[in-house]
Nanobody, 124 residues
Framework: QVQLVESGGGLVQAGESLRLSCAAS????????MGWFRQAPGKEREFVAA????????TYAASVKGRFTISRDAAKNTVYLQMNSLKPEDTAVYYC?????????????????WGQGTQVSVSA
């Protein structure tokens, strides 16, 4: 049974940083892309960042490029999202995701595996 378990969310002030973690288990992810999505109240879930598990190729949404960094630790089966210079508009539930198709991950929300989400709140 595949499990993606997020942690690291919380309440911070604008300009501060948070690091989210996603611990993956239940299958081999070497051929998968791991990603982060977010969903703000009243809005659709949107793509944030993705990384290929084996090659390390990385893609970001324009809204977070230069502020967020995605990485993975293959030995720990964990993916991270370092979020710097946080803004109130970054407030959302952040979801970890895994899929074998990076195009599907970047362009849709029809993702194979989802985590349960972790709340990130940024106050002005």
């Amino acid at each position: 049974q595949v499990q993606l378990v997020e942690s690291g969310g919380g309440l911070v002030q604008a300009g501060e940083s948070l690091r989210l973690s996603c611990a993956a288990s239940g299958r081999t992810f070497s051929s998968y892309y791991m990603g982060w999505f977010r969903q703000a109240p009243g809005k659709e879930r949107e793509f944030v960042a993705a990384i290929s598990w084996s090659a390390g190729s990385i893609t970001y949404a324009a809204s977070v490029k230069g502020r967020f960094t995605i990485s993975r630790d293959a030995a720990k089966n964990t993916v991270y999202l370092q979020m710097n210079s946080l803004k109130p508009e970054d407030t959302a539930v952040y979801y970890c995701a895994a899929d074998s198709d990076v195009v599907r991950m970047v362009t849709t929300t029809r993702i194979t595996y989802w985590g349960q989400g972790t709340q990130v709140s940024v106050s002005a």
